[in-house]
């Protein structure tokens, strides 16, 4: 009788170290990502999207001038790093693409780099922005780096990602749309102009006036509700996405930590050190405090009335915070603020922190009814 040849030990190696297919769930969720901060490269860029002009010129020009007579390395650091992270994202995001790693890496580059040019060339209408190839090259260097950081550890970050995945996040429906809607909310911190963990602000959008005139005592005690509000819809809709075994409210208290740090962080860098915890206001402290208690006894509800006060708290945050009137001592502190680079990225932070709830709440009645 004919035996079936053993395979070789190195045959069986090799066969161990063939990449194994990237889960559909953290595909989606790096597709996701990748389109979230491809919006954002296009705002940021052609912000504030107004006074379009012909200068009469060639829209291309751009790309033989000489080497621009004013730059810094600080602004090419910028343009750099800006487009590191989508160059990473799209390259995970296509790694089911005939060719695997090497095709997602060489999509990744052309399409970054076709972006920046498409950028480029609109600005040329935008007379707040000089079109540069000198951008041009940076970006594209951006690009590459995060397409190869995605080429040489892709396997092992979806691996981790994986890993974290099954411990710590529910095996819920929409998931990876839940997390991508709480990352822009951290986003929503970076903007020192804004009450607290607020959003729904519509005042700026709209062109609206406060409906209470500025008092100390009702601001007082507006800006506890609407911090307090606030607490308890991000507090109820992160614990949405986690496992029951993940050990929730430390992970809770981590997010809202980490919440806080970026807030400081932002007031530290784009107002002024001294400013870093002007946060930190009395009716922010009671709002913490009030708001932290509530959420501790509401995380011991089922998870379908967790929901539905959740949507409800979002709904009257949103209209309280249309009722606050500015705090004078942050408009003050603002009108010093020299935003420079950081103009139209605080655009953008302030456009999602506006509309954040008109998306959030869809998606916490979606997930209400799979539940």
């Not at 060719?99 to 480029?120: F, H, I, N, Q």
Request: aromatic share 10%; charged share 10%; with cysteine.
């Amino acid at each position: 009788m004919e035996k079936t040849p053993r395979p070789s030990p190195s045959a069986s190696a090799r066969a161990d170290e063939s990449p194994a297919p990237p889960p559909a769930r953290l595909l989606r969720l790096s597709r996701y990502l990748a389109l979230a901060y491809l919006v954002l490269i296009i705002y940021a860029s052609l912000y504030p999207f107004a006074n379009w002009r012909n200068l009469g010129v060639s829209p291309l020009e751009f790309i033989d001038a000489a080497w621009p007579r004013y730059w810094t390395v600080f602004d090419l650091m910028v343009n750099v790093v800006a487009y590191v992270p989508l160059g990473f994202l799209v390259a995970l995001a296509l790694r089911r693409l005939p060719g695997g790693r090497w095709t997602a890496t060489l999509v990744a580059l052309l399409l970054g780099s076709l972006l920046s040019l498409a950028m480029e060339f609109l600005q040329n209408w935008l007379p707040a922005r000089v079109s540069s190839n000198l951008d041009l090259v940076c970006n594209t260097v951006g690009t590459a780096i995060g397409a190869v950081i995605a080429f040489s550890r892709g396997r092992q970050i979806f691996r981790r990602i994986g890993e974290i995945q099954q411990t710590l996040l529910a095996p819920l429906e929409h998931l990876e749309l839940g997390l991508v809607l709480l990352g822009t909310w951290l986003l929503t911190q970076l903007s020192p102009e804004t009450l607290l963990f607020t959003t729904g602000d519509l005042r700026s959008v709209l062109e609206l006036t406060p409906a209470v005139p500025y008092a100390a005592h009702s601001f007082f005690i507006l800006e506890a509700g609407v911090i307090a509000l606030n607490t308890i819809v991000i507090g109820l809709f992160a614990r949405t996405l986690l496992a029951d075994q993940a050990a929730p409210h430390l992970a809770l208290l981590l997010f809202f930590v980490l919440a806080l740090a970026i807030r400081t962080f932002a007031a530290a860098v784009l107002v002024a050190p001294q400013e870093a915890f002007a946060w930190l206001t009395p009716g922010a402290e009671l709002g913490l405090l009030i708001g932290g208690v509530l959420l501790s006894l509401l995380l011991l509800l089922p998870a379908p009335i967790r929901i539905a006060l959740a949507g409800v708290a979002l709904m009257a945050g949103s209209a309280l915070v249309n009722l606050t009137p500015a705090n004078p001592y942050s408009e003050a502190a603002l009108a010093t603020w020299r935003q420079g680079h950081f103009l139209n990225f605080n655009g953008l932070t302030r456009w999602v922190a506006s509309f954040w709830p008109f998306v959030a709440l869809p998606y916490l009645t979606l997930v209400g009814r799979h539940l």
